[in-house]
C-alpha cells in the first residue's frame, strides 16, 4: 500500500497545520516509517518516547499500566479484555504529551498490522522550541484546544468575506407602522410584506417588532390583538452603514444577541438586515436557491431549486458555519419551497381556509439533510373542498420528487388523518393526552414540534390552545410522555468503548445520543410551556430558568451541537458515495479529538437521562 505523501499529512494535522511550509518541508524529511505487527509494543509504561508516532493504517491502543496482552487475543478482541484508555487509527497522533513531559502513563499496543510516520524526539523538541504554539496546543484541556480549533474555523469563515459590505446583501426594504397600531395590524403589515419584524415610528423614536414578539404578546402573556405595539417595540435599534463591512454586522449580531440590524445613512432608512440573509450570502448557492423559489411559477420551477439544498449544507459546512445556523438557514428554504408548492398547487379558497404544517425536526428548525416527510393540514371546522384528495396526494407526490422521501409512519397530508378539521385534531388530542398509548406519544411528540409554513396559522394556535387545556387537567401526561427519553441504551461500554451495531461497525448516533436530548428537553418545554421550537433555543430557556446545575446547560447544547454535526457529516459522505442516507456513522473514521469529544457528549446524554428520570419521577412509573 502506498504511503501518503508526509508533507500534505502534517499541513493539516493540528497543531502541525499552523507552521510555515518551509518547516513542514523539514519535518517531513525527518519522518521515518515502522511496521508493528498485533502485541508490538510501540510505548512502553514509564519510557521516554524516541518520537512522535503518526498512525498511517492499522489501530494501537492505549492501555493502563496493569494491563496484560497475551499476543494472541489482540487482533479481534474486545476492549473489555484490556483497560484501553484511547484507541488510535490513522491521522491520530501520540504521544505528544509524555515527550513533553519526559516519560509516558501508558503503555502502547499495536492492536493489528498497523503502519506509523515515527517524528525523531530531537526534530519534535527542536520544533516545540521555535514554535511555543505547538506545545501549548498539547498542554491544553480538552476544552481549550476545541474552542481554539473554533476560533481558526472562525477566522477562516470570516475570510472569505472581509471585502464584502452590507451593500452586497438582501436588505429586507422597511416597512413602518404608527406606535398606535394594533398588535393585529403590525401582523397584518408583516403578512403582506413577507417579512419577520416592522419599524415603529413613536414621534421622533424609531422602533422594532418582530414577529416573536407579537407571538409572545397574543400566546404567552394573552394580551389583545387590538393593543397598541408601541409599547412592545424595542426602541435601542443597533443600526450601521450600508457600505460597513459584512463581518462588522456578524460581529455586531454576536455581540449584541440580535438577529437583525437596521441599515442607515444618517436619517435615511435602506433596509432591514436579517441574520438568515447575512448566513446566506456566506453560501455559493443559498442566496441563489431563496431568489429562485421566490420566483417560481411552476412546480417544474421549484423542483429544480429545492435540487442543490444538499450543496449548500455541504458550503456551509465546509466554511465552518455552526450546526445551529445551518439548521436555521436549510429550515428556511425547506420552508420557502413547501410555502411556494403549497401556493402553486392549492386552490385558493382552499388555500385560505387551512394552515399547511410541518412536524418533527422540520418543525423544529431541525432538518438539515432531507430526511421523511412530515406534514400535516389543518382545515377550517365546515369547510370542505371537493379537490382536497387530489391536491394532497400531489403535494405529497410532488415532495418525493424533490428529494423529500415518504414517510415511514405516512404522516404526511395525503393521508386523510394528517389533513382534517380544527375539532378532529382537537379530538386526536384529546385521545393523545387523556388515553396515550405507545404510538400516540409519538403523534403527540410529532405534532407537539409543528411550526406553521403557509395558510392560516391562526388554525394552529386554535389547536394548541385546546392543547394545553386539556394538559392543566392531566398533569400524569408530563411523565409517561419523558420516559421515552431513556428508552434507547447510550453507546458507550464500561471502559468508554464505543458500542457499535453487529455486522456494520457503526452506531446510531441519533437514537443512542440525539434523540434522549431532544426528546428531554422537550418533554421539559412542554411541561414549562415555552414557545421556542428548536432544541437549542429551549435548552437556552430552561436554564434562564435555573433548571440545571451551573454550566449543564451549556454542555447539553454543546453535546447536542456537536453530535448533530457528526450526523451531517456522516449523512454528507454517504451522499457523496451514492449510498442512503440514515443516522450511523463508523467512530473508527473519526480522528482521536472527534471520539474523545463523542465520548464526552454521551457521557453528557447519560447525565441528562437522570436528570429527566429524577425530574418527572421515571422510577415510579410502570
Not at 120 to 137: D, E, G, H, I, S
Not at 142 to 148: D, F, I, M, N, V
Not at 233 to 239: D, E, T
Not at 515 to 542: C, M, N, W
Amino acid at each position: 500500500m502506498n504511503l501518503p505523501d508526509p508533507q500534505t499529512l502534517l499541513a493539516h494535522l493540528p497543531p502541525f497545520s499552523q507552521l510555515p511550509e518551509p518547516e513542514l518541508a523539514r519535518l517531513a524529511e525527518e519522518l521515518i516509517v515502522g511496521h508493528f505487527q498485533p502485541g508490538d509494543v510501540l510505548l512502553e509504561t514509564g519510557e521516554t518516547p524516541a518520537g512522535l508516532y503518526i498512525v498511517i493504517d492499522g489501530a494501537v491502543w492505549e492501555v493502563d499500566d496493569g494491563a496484560t496482552v497475551p499476543h494472541d487475543t489482540l487482533e479481534g478482541s474486545s476492549d473489555a479484555l484490556l483497560c484501553v484508555v484511547s484507541h488510535y487509527t490513522a491521522e491520530d497522533l501520540f504521544d505528544a504529551k509524555a515527550l513533553l513531559e519526559g516519560a509516558s502513563p501508558h503503555r502502547f499496543i499495536a492492536s493489528e498490522p498497523t503502519r506509523c510516520f515515527q517524528l525523531p524526539r530531537a526534530a519534535f523538541l527542536r520544533t516545540v522550541q521555535a514554535y511555543p504554539q505547538l506545545a501549548t496546543f498539547y498542554r491544553q484541556g480538552l476544552s481549550q484546544r476545541l474552542a481554539a480549533l473554533r476560533a481558526a474555523g472562525e477566522s477562516q469563515e470570516q475570510a472569505a468575506f472581509t471585502v464584502a459590505k452590507i451593500q452586497d446583501v438582501y436588505l429586507h426594504p422597511p416597512v413602518f407602522v404608527g406606535a398606535d397600531a394594533s398588535l393585529h395590524e403590525a401582523a397584518l403589515a408583516m403578512k403582506a410584506n413577507r417579512t419577520h419584524s416592522v419599524l415603529v415610528q413613536r414621534g421622533e423614536d424609531l422602533g422594532i417588532i418582530t414577529t416573536t414578539d407579537l407571538r409572545d404578546a397574543a400566546l404567552v402573556r394573552r394580551q389583545p390583538v387590538d393593543q397598541p405595539v408601541g409599547p412592545l417595540a424595542s426602541y435601542s435599534l443597533i443600526g450601521m452603514a450600508p457600505d460597513d463591512f459584512l463581518f462588522n454586522a456578524l460581529l455586531r449580531m454576536t455581540q449584541h444577541n440580535v438577529n437583525r440590524l437596521v441599515i442607515r445613512r444618517g436619517d435615511t432608512i435602506h433596509g432591514v438586515l436579517e441574520q438568515v440573509d447575512l448566513l446566506s450570502y456566506l453560501s455559493n448557492h443559498s442566496h441563489l436557491i431563496a431568489l429562485q423559489v421566490e420566483r417560481a411559477t411552476s412546480k417544474e420551477d421549484l423542483q429544480w431549486a429545492s435540487r442543490d439544498l444538499v450543496n449548500v449544507v455541504r458550503d456551509l459546512h465546509g466554511k465552518g458555519i455552526k450546526i445551529h445556523y445551518i439548521m436555521q438557514l436549510v429550515s428556511e428554504l425547506n420552508k420557502k419551497v413547501l410555502r411556494k408548492l403549497f401556493e402553486i398547487l392549492a386552490p385558493p379558497e382552499l388555500a385560505a381556509q387551512s394552515c399547511l404544517l410541518v412536524m418533527g425536526s422540520e418543525g423544529r428548525e431541525e432538518q438539515v439533510l432531507k430526511t421523511d416527510q412530515d406534514n400535516a393540514l389543518i382545515l377550517r371546522d365546515g369547510f370542505d373542498h371537493r379537490e382536497l384528495e387530489s391536491f394532497t396526494r400531489t403535494f405529497t407526490d410532488s415532495l418525493l420528487e424533490f428529494g423529500y422521501p415518504r414517510c415511514p409512519g405516512d404522516i404526511m397530508v395525503s393521508n386523510p388523518a394528517w389533513a382534517k378539521s380544527v375539532t378532529a385534531f382537537k379530538k386526536d388530542l384529546f385521545q393523545w393526552i387523556v388515553h396515550p398509548t405507545y404510538s400516540t406519544f409519538l403523534q403527540f411528540a410529532i405534532f407537539y414540534d409543528a411550526m406553521a409554513v403557509a395558510g392560516d396559522d391562526g388554525l394552529l394556535e386554535d389547536v394548541k390552545d385546546r392543547m394545553y387545556a386539556l394538559l392543566s387537567d392531566h398533569d400524569a401526561f408530563y411523565s409517561q410522555f419523558a420516559k421515552a427519553t431513556i428508552a434507547f441504551e447510550t453507546p458507550l461500554g464500561f471502559f468508554t468503548n464505543f458500542v457499535v451495531e453487529k455486522h456494520r461497525d457503526e452506531l446510531d448516533i441519533k437514537k443512542g445520543g440525539i434523540f434522549p436530548i431532544v426528546h428531554g428537553v422537550r418533554s421539559l418545554a412542554l411541561e414549562y410551556r415555552l414557545p421556542q421550537t428548536h432544541t437549542v433555543d429551549r435548552i437556552k430557556a430552561l436554564d434562564q430558568k435555573s433548571l440545571f446545575a451551573p454550566s449543564f446547560g451549556i454542555e447539553l447544547s454543546e453535546a447536542f451541537s456537536y453530535m448533530s454535526t457528526l450526523r451531517v457529516q456522516a449523512g454528507l459522505d454517504k451522499v457523496r458515495r451514492g449510498l442512503p442516507q440514515d443516522n450511523y456513522l463508523n467512530p473508527k473514521k473519526l480522528n482521536k479529538l472527534e471520539r474523545e469529544l463523542l465520548r464526552d457528549s454521551f457521557k453528557i446524554v447519560n447525565e441528562f437521562k437522570k436528570f429527566i428520570g429524577h425530574h418527572f419521577k421515571l422510577g415510579m412509573i410502570t
